[in-house]
């Protein structure tokens, strides 16, 4: 007869179940040693700063210094001794320079104290009612003022013609253009007061070198007298 065991005493019946506690414990025990954190102690130093209240200053001793008062004024003599002055002094008497209405100032003066100048006035006469128009050299041995004014024109345009220089820049510049030139002949026959109008400046520049350029002339004559005469004339820039 065969001897049953205890199934009580069966060792190997939950080794099943103490396998998976024991893994368990392990996977547990495992994940706390990798999420354990460890801090640093840090140190405090407290500094202490000792402060005495013992603060006794040793103050100097100062010497109080008497100053004598000043002495008193001098008092006034007991008896006034009155002293007569005998020099007589005179009144300066001042008068009033103050005048008015009331007053009258005679003023005498000879005619031949007075010395009178005469002040030639410059006359300016237009170049076309002019009665004797400037004389341009060349142009003396001419008979009548308007054969004389033919003239002047003539020769005028022949010296422009003659001085001509187109500018180099305004060449380059492809500037051209019709520049309006007024200039006066004075009392003396000299050319005064070149004023110039056109597209550029270097061209007016041009235009009033040649017109300075112009020879001293007789001046112009009305009534009997030399007068200015003012005169314009275009000078025209072309580039061909």
Request: aromatic fraction near 6%; glycine fraction near 4%; proline fraction near 8%.
């Amino acid at each position: 007869m065969r001897a049953k065991k205890n199934p009580k005493a069966d060792l190997n019946r939950d080794s099943g179940l103490f396998f998976v506690i024991g893994l368990t414990i392990v996977l547990f025990t495992t994940w706390m040693v990798l999420e354990h954190k460890t801090y640093d102690t840090e140190e405090q130093i407290v500094q202490m700063t000792n402060v005495s209240d013992d603060l006794n200053e040793d103050v100097p001793i100062t010497e109080k210094i008497n100053t004598p008062p000043p002495p008193p004024p001098p008092s006034a003599p007991e008896i006034i001794e009155v002293v007569e002055d005998a020099a007589e002094i005179e009144e300066t008497i001042i008068e009033s320079t103050e005048i008015n209405q009331e007053t009258v100032i005679d003023a005498i003066m000879e005619v031949g104290d007075v010395a009178v100048e005469e002040v030639e006035e410059d006359i300016t006469v237009p170049f076309a009612i002019i009665e004797n128009a400037p004389i341009f050299p060349g142009c003396e041995n001419v008979q009548g003022n308007e054969e004389r004014k033919a003239c002047f024109q003539e020769k005028v345009q022949k010296h422009v013609i003659k001085e001509f220089n187109y500018p180099q820049i305004a060449v380059e510049l492809g500037i051209e253009g019709k520049v309006y030139v007024q200039f006066v002949i004075d009392a003396q026959g000299k050319i005064t007061d070149i004023r110039t109008r056109g597209p550029d400046k270097g061209l007016e520049k041009e235009a009033a070198r040649i017109i300075a350029a112009l020879p001293q002339m007789k001046p112009g004559m009305q009534r009997g007298r030399p007068v200015r005469v003012p005169y314009s004339i275009p000078v025209n820039f072309k580039l061909l």
